[in-house]
């Protein structure tokens, strides 16, 4: 891909009172050392090796200290421009000044205390798609409820923010706003004037639902680092080599999880969120999955819509309070993929447009080879955990190790003859011996 075209802004001019028993008010955030290198250069290194090699670098509170330690960007192999804050001008009032460097470019625009290490093919093929004003990146995170979430429509596009202000008394996904955008050319020329400007409440917020702004959903590593305990968890994880394993650039390994009788306790049909209550361990053995390097997706038949007992935005709903009761847990899963038809007919309430054969209902694979397709998964390093024998089928259908719970059906099913690779009490221990804890 030719990405010459975009320009990359680092916005870098806050005072980081968060992290202030870190920088000791000697440096700007940005420039704290993490394993070696300040956090811009982790940035800015991610950003170059997918060809975009100009940038603009946002700076205020210390930011002689930016400027000293990078110049030009030379010595870092790309362009580095700066645009200096005699004043707090917002998340955007500071883009302003992008229309006096560059005409028919767009941006990147990434918050100085982000760390991640992404694929930028991926996502700057997304936003070359939908052709929309903006592509704000979002992800699952381990604590959604203190995070500013996008809400999106099934076409991708994003049509509210759920601020982490609101008193949530409602379930809800758990897809945060990361702190990563792309933003259009004609975007960044609607800002006119200089002065402080908020990117999501003044700009993006009113284009919400106009079909001009898009979410970028990935599990790649993107994590805010702007409080000391999350900076020395992201130290941990670059040691460990977390940040690389999970771009998807690279083969991704994955644990597909069985939802009714292995996340949740096994009550029958589930058609009412308050019929889903999570097995005792779910939220820990998801949260180890979390930290293991592996994708934790869901795969699961939920025939209830072709019964007629629910409709497709019920049983979305029904994920939402799970993505939310694992969020508080700190815990979160990578993506959901459900097959709402069933093939048998002659239920008085059915609904026949989903009274079909398809490919996505277990055993077959439909649902694990989209994951795949979607993620980059590596189905050789990968498994499948389940309750029933149709779930430790469908692993093997699709070359996975297989690992039998006996929470749930525990097996008894009986409609496959089939062995499991492994058995285990639980989720939790069978995800232990997966990671071999």
Known sequence: MNNSKYVAV??????????????????????LELNGKPMIQWQIENVAKYGIKEFVIIIGHLGEKIKEYFGNGSSFGVSIRYIEEKEPLGSAGALYYLNEFYSDRDYILIFGDVMFCIDWNRIISFHEKHMGDATLLAHPNAHPYDSDLLILAENEEVIGIDSKNNKRDYWYSNCVNAGIYILSEKFVNTIQELKKTDLEKDLLAPLMGTGKVYGY???????????PER??????????GVWEEKCLEKKQKCIFLDRDGTINKQVGLVYKDEQLVLEECASEAIKLINQSGYLAIVITNQPVVARGLCDISDVEYIHKKMESILGNDGAYVDDIAFCPHHPDKGYPEENPAYKIVCECRKPKTGMIDRMVKKYNIDLSKSYMI???????????????????????????????????????????EAVKQIVGE
């Open 231 to 240: 900076f020395a968890n992201a130290c941990i994880e670059q040691k460990a």
């Open 386 to 428: 389940g309750d029933t024998t149709q779930d430790i089928q469908t692993g093997i259908n699709a070359g996975v190790k297989t690992i039998l719970v006996k929470t749930g059906e525990g097996g008894q099913d009986k409609k496959y003859y089939v062995e499991p690779d492994f058995v285990a009490d639980n989720l939790l």
């Open 217 to 227: 959903i990935t599990p790649e590593y993107v994590k805010d680092v702007g409080t």
């Open 10 to 31: 680092i916005q870098a001019g806050g005072k980081g009172t968060r992290m202030v028993s870190l920088t000791h008010d000697q440096i700007p955030k940005p420039m």
